[in-house]
């Protein structure tokens, strides 16, 4: 049996008694901790414990395997799988990285920016634009979430279509392995042909195979002017059919496509009037677009323009609007991250992350719009997501007036399998951004490829055979009795 009162002295002796909460302490909150950010979860960990180094996440870690303890890492607990919460049974160490957030070193030369696990997004974005220089990776939670959590999971965002994942954005990673050994993996090279890439096996990994402590980041050029354009649209199929076209005329230039249905922009008009939601009451579909280009403001209105009047001519867009501010484009994007926040103070709703080839997306939309109102009357979609890169954010909201509670209950699992069950007919998958989790990680063998399954338990037995970093994410069962490939 684990010795609680040798690991908490030794985790106090390491990182001071004040960055070790429990519950024991009456002036200790840990509700923050404890509680996923939609609130599907509240866990109980033994203690939050929150070092200021990599030699002290080193040592935490150490401690924790030599007296058989768990460990739940967290960044800015923004993730909505319930991936960084401990479970409820008070046994599991909660490692917060968030003491941990300085911006390291800015090379502008190599155009790199390397950062500790816990630096806030927005933090090293403002770093790289003190510089004259552009860290792409852009999410509505950037406020608050972390570099570590977002190579963690390997987050998305809006500019992944021209700049992709967080994977593509990271060059170098520091970490501790569950034997609370530091790898230094900094490195700023964009060639390193040496083996294995051992980077690319973490990022993504969701904690389950170390603890990230740090990373070198990409960096690329400001563009010299960058406009954002709102078009209503007939159908999904035309904005298929817009995104081509801009994909054609704008190349590169092309940083942003985000689709959003009239149900999920009615939400945010509903809640967030203030917001002045354009062109969405007569149109089935609406387009955010972002033109980033390297020349000038005149040039990049020039070709949004031509696009757009193009579209206009045949067909795909029904009217279209350009930004004539800075203040009117934040308004736009604000509109757009409104969505999830919306859909929230609407009621629990049911969430997917999933993506498709763009080609299938209209077909996919058509097909399973159709089956989940025959088979639940009255369910609202909440269609909408990063249409530039296929990924859909399908989110199922209660019929209207019903108990939303009741709903999630009684309908998350029959609903999932139908959504999912349709993501594999069309060639996607149920996780595109979000990750596994807890949420996911029972229904992930449903869906993944055994082989797959199997390499991926191997790797976990053989990185963390003690099962201590993240139990229970990602793999459910990461060491079954019989395995069969």
């Not at 816990?118 to 792409?136: E, S």
């Not at 990022?203 to 195979?209: A, N």
């Not at 704008?250 to 008009?269: H, K």
Request: net charge negative; charged share 20%.
């Amino acid at each position: 049996m684990t010795d609680w009162n040798d690991l908490l002295p030794t985790l106090r002796a390491t990182v001071g008694a004040r960055q070790v909460l429990t519950h024991e302490d009456p002036a200790a909150d840990l509700s923050a901790y404890e509680q996923d950010w939609r609130r599907r979860h509240r866990g109980r960990a033994l203690a939050v414990v929150r070092p200021g180094s990599t030699a002290e996440v080193a040592a935490v870690v150490r401690a924790c395997a030599a007296a058989g303890v768990a460990i739940v890492p967290q960044g800015g607990n923004t993730g909505l799988v319930v991936g960084s919460v401990p479970d409820a049974s008070g046994t599991q160490v909660l490692l917060s990285l968030q003491r941990m957030n300085r911006v390291r070193a800015l090379d502008a030369a190599n155009l790199t920016l390397t950062v500790d696990a816990g630096c806030i997004l927005q933090v090293a974005q403002q770093a790289a634009a003190a510089a004259g220089l552009l860290l792409p990776l852009s999410l509505a939670s950037e406020g608050s979430c972390t570099i570590g959590g977002n190579l963690a999971s390997n987050a998305g965002g809006t500019q992944v279509l021209r700049y992709g994942n967080a994977r593509d954005l990271c060059l170098g990673l520091e970490l501790v392995t569950p034997q609370g050994e530091i790898w230094d993996g900094l490195i700023g090279l964009r060639k390193d042909n040496t083996g294995y890439d051992l980077r690319d096996l973490y990022i993504g990994s969701e904690g389950t195979l170390g603890i990230i402590t740090g990373a070198t980041l990409k960096l690329q050029p400001q563009p010299a002017a960058k406009l954002t354009a709102w078009a209503a649209l007939p159908s999904i199929e035309a904005a298929v059919e817009l995104l081509g076209m801009a994909q054609r005329q704008l190349g590169a230039g092309l940083t942003g496509f985000e689709a959003m249905s009239r149900f999920a922009l009615s939400l945010v008009d509903k809640h967030y009037p203030q917001l002045r939601v354009p062109l969405w009451q007569d149109h089935p579909w609406c387009v955010l677009l972002e033109n980033s280009d390297s020349e000038s403001e005149a040039h990049a209105r020039e070709r949004f323009e031509a696009l757009l009047e193009a579209a206009l001519a045949q067909g795909c867009v029904s009217d279209a609007i350009i930004a004539e501010s800075l203040g009117q484009a934040h308004n736009l994007w604000q509109i757009r991250e409104s969505i999830s926040l919306a859909q929230s103070e609407e009621g629990l709703n049911i969430k997917h992350d999933i993506s498709l080839p763009v080609s299938a997306i209209a077909a996919f939309c058509t097909e399973t719009d159709a089956l989940l109102a025959a088979e639940i009357p009255g369910v609202r979609l909440v269609n909408f997501g990063h249409l530039g890169d296929g990924n859909l954010h399908y989110n199922v909201q209660a019929p209207e007036g019903g108990d939303p509670a009741a709903f999630l209950r009684g309908q998350e699992s029959r609903i999932n399998h139908l959504v999912f069950d349709s993501v594999r007919r069309f060639g996607g998958s149920i996780s595109a951004e979000h990750g596994i989790g807890s949420l996911k990680a029972e229904t992930l063998p449903q869906y993944k490829h055994p082989v797959a399954l199997a390499l991926m338990r191997r790797i976990k037995a053989a990185l963390d055979p003690q099962n201590l970093m993240n139990p229970g994410r990602v793999l459910a069962n990461p060491t079954p009795k019989q395995e069969t490939p």
